[in-house]
Nanobody, 115 residues
Framework: QVQLVESGGGLVQPGGSLRLSCAAS???????RGWYRQAPGKQRELVAS???????AYADSAKGRFTISRDNAKNTVDLQMNNLKVEDTAVYYC??????????WGQGTQVTVSL
C-alpha cells in the first residue's frame, strides 16, 4: 500500500520560511513528484514539480521564492519556501506519479502565513 506522509507545515509570519517534506512508502519508483496547494474556496493548484532527471517547474507565484528537491534514495520530495506571503496560506499536498501514471497523494499539511 502506497503511503505519502507530509511534514513541516505550520504558522509563520510574512517573510518567514518553512520547509515541507514528503516521504513515500510502498512505491519503489516515481517519475514525477510535486507539491500542490489548495486555499479555502479555491481549486487545488500546482506549486512546483520535479522529474526523475531533476527538471523543475514552478507556478509563477512560487518562482524565486520556493525550491523543490527530491531524494530518490530516500523516496522523498521537499519544498523549501522562503519569503512567505499571506497568500501562500493553504493546505499543501505532495504528489508522486508512478511509471503507470497513477497518482498518489499525501494527506495534506496546513501552512498559515499570518502576523
Amino acid at each position: 500500500q502506497v503511503q505519502l506522509v507530509e511534514s513541516g507545515g505550520g504558522l509563520v509570519q510574512p517573510g518567514g520560511s518553512l520547509r515541507l517534506s514528503c516521504a513515500a512508502s510502498g512505491i519503489a519508483f516515481s517519475i514525477n513528484r510535486g507539491w500542490y496547494r489548495q486555499a479555502p474556496g479555491k481549486q487545488r493548484e500546482l506549486v512546483a514539480s520535479i522529474s526523475t532527471s531533476g527538471l523543475t517547474a514552478y507556478a509563477d507565484s512560487a518562482k524565486g521564492r520556493f525550491t523543490i528537491s527530491r531524494d530518490n534514495a530516500k523516496n522523498t520530495v521537499d519544498l523549501q519556501m522562503n519569503n512567505l506571503k499571506v497568500e501562500d496560506t493553504a493546505v499543501y499536498y505532495c504528489r508522486f506519479q508512478a511509471p503507470s501514471r497513477t497518482d498518489f497523494w499525501g494527506q495534506g499539511t496546513q501552512v498559515t502565513v499570518s502576523l
